[in-house]
């Protein structure tokens, strides 16, 4: 979903705090509505979402809540761009969520933040999208269970290019040129989100290269990766990316509204688009921007976790399994109701026809085609050092070799800490 309403994350990227977990002191827990509302067994449950932007999306978590008769079931609606802060400080507190919605992350497992749900996923495990079981999967043991798939993607106006004479572009190079012709009077040509930070995974495995190896060394840093930095560099020194938008990447607004020719945004994005441009829309892949490298698509979600602190952990997992894979209506309403999300469920994503034809197919294609999972072992700390990246050599202007060396040095660390 496009869900927080200010980033990855804010959703999606942006959301993400400067410090890893670990480094994370006992500050106070976030307050707000509990929207306590549940079956009346007596039996207590706190779950944490952060606050998608889509209409309809904290009525419906409610709602799921209040059908559950195995415990009252309260929901934190975390409002702003900081969830991710606001959920790692309470979950230092007795006032801890005993379920949350995020990301797999290897910290929190090593850390005993996490409960394993292998007893609660392995019967239905071969009815998930093997790449998320995957992406959730340490040490062999299966920590989350993924709610959404959000791929991630460029969308564009075919009568502006049509217009500027160009097609969409296959490769970087013709990206940056199309940002250049499709630049007119108060039209910006491309928009990558106001800290241009969402699009550095994908320039990374449009190279060829990825974040980590299979071994978990540093693979992000080739001279691709460096170049590639220096052609963003080359849109934003010229002006042909929006910058200080009214509402960030994640948000289409830019792109309905005519201040952009095109917009990376998510697929959650769809039906807001669609009703706003109709069949003026299309949807393309991170172009190629090396040789041997390949279309990148960005499969972001959420998924739902179990506190292994909380204090009842069977009854959480319970909740849990009851409403993430056995409801699979609430499934299906939450993938496909407010926004466009591929179900992680393989029998779900067969039978969620809004998907089956049109831009929604498209985008599906694409998310077969060349998306790119969570990896677990990318850390808070290592998604900060690459967002410093292309603040230092694409909005400053500086040596991309020299920034993607400052990096190594916080991603070295973190390996270190992490593998030894």
């Known amino acids: 979903m496009s869900a927080l309403s200010s980033s990855d994350r804010s959703r999606r990227s942006v959301l993400r705090a400067a410090a890893g977990l670990a480094a994370l002191g006992p500050l106070a827990a976030c307050g707000g509505n509990t929207g306590r509302e549940g079956g009346g067994s007596g039996k207590n449950l706190v779950q944490y979402f952060h606050a998608y932007g889509e209409a309809g999306t904290e009525q419906a978590i409610k709602r799921y809540a209040k059908a559950y008769d195995g415990a009252n079931v309260s929901t934190q609606w975390i409002t702003g761009s900081n969830f991710e802060s606001k959920l790692f400080s309470a979950l230092l507190t007795k006032n801890a969520p005993d379920v949350f919605e995020f990301h797999p992350q290897i910290q929190m497992v090593k850390s005993g933040q996490v409960a394993p749900l292998d007893d609660i996923i392995d019967p239905v495990k071969d009815d998930f999208n093997p790449a998320d079981i995957a992406s959730h999967t340490i040490d062999g043991k299966v920590w989350g269970v993924r709610m959404i798939d959000d791929p991630q993607f460029l969308y564009y106006r075919p009568s502006l290019l049509e217009k500027a004479g160009i097609e969409p572009p296959g490769t970087l190079d013709e990206l940056v040129e199309a940002a250049a012709k499709l630049t007119t009077g108060k039209v910006?040509?491309?928009?990558?989100?106001?800290?241009?930070?969402?699009?550095?995974?994908?320039?990374?495995?449009?190279?060829?290269?990825?974040?980590?190896?299979?071994?978990?060394?540093?693979?992000?840093?080739?001279?691709?990766?460096?170049?590639?930095?220096?052609?963003?560099?080359?849109?934003?020194?010229?002006?042909?990316?929006?910058?200080?938008?009214?509402?960030?990447?994640?948000?289409?607004?830019?792109?309905?509204?005519?201040?952009?020719?095109?917009?990376?945004?998510?697929?959650?994005?769809?039906?807001?688009?669609?009703?706003?441009?109709?069949?003026?829309?299309?949807?393309?892949?991170?172009?190629?921007?090396?040789?041997?490298?390949?279309?990148?698509?960005?499969?972001?979600?959420?998924?739902?976790?179990?506190n292994a602190k909380a204090k009842d952990v069977d009854l959480a997992k319970e909740y849990v399994k009851w409403l993430w894979i056995d409801q699979k209506k609430y499934q299906e309403d939450w993938a496909l109701s407010y926004g466009f999300h591929i179900p992680p469920r393989t029998s779900l994503a067969a039978s969620a026809t809004k998907l089956k034809s049109g831009l929604p197919a498209q985008g599906v294609k694409l998310f077969t085609d060349y998306g790119h999972f969570d990896n677990p072992a990318w850390t808070q700390a290592m998604i900060v050092a690459l967002e410093g990246v292309v603040a230092d050599s694409v909005r400053k202007g500086g040596d991309p070799e020299a920034a993607l060396d400052k990096a190594d040095a916080t991603v070295g660390r973190e390996l270190k800490k992490l593998f030894g």
């Open 188 to 306: 910006k040509g491309l928009f990558l989100g106001n800290t241009i930070t969402p699009v550095m995974n994908p320039l990374i495995w449009a190279t060829g290269a990825d974040t980590l190896t299979d071994s978990n060394e540093i693979a992000y840093h080739t001279h691709e990766v460096a170049a590639g930095l220096g052609k963003l560099r080359t849109m934003f020194k010229a002006g042909h990316l929006l910058l200080d938008a009214p509402a960030d990447w994640w948000d289409p607004s830019a792109l309905t509204q005519g201040l952009v020719a095109m917009q990376w945004c998510g697929m959650w994005a769809m039906p807001v688009i669609q009703k706003a441009l109709g069949d003026d829309i299309g949807i393309i892949p991170f172009p190629v921007a090396a040789e041997g490298g390949k279309p990148a698509v960005t499969n972001g979600g959420w998924s739902m976790f179990v």
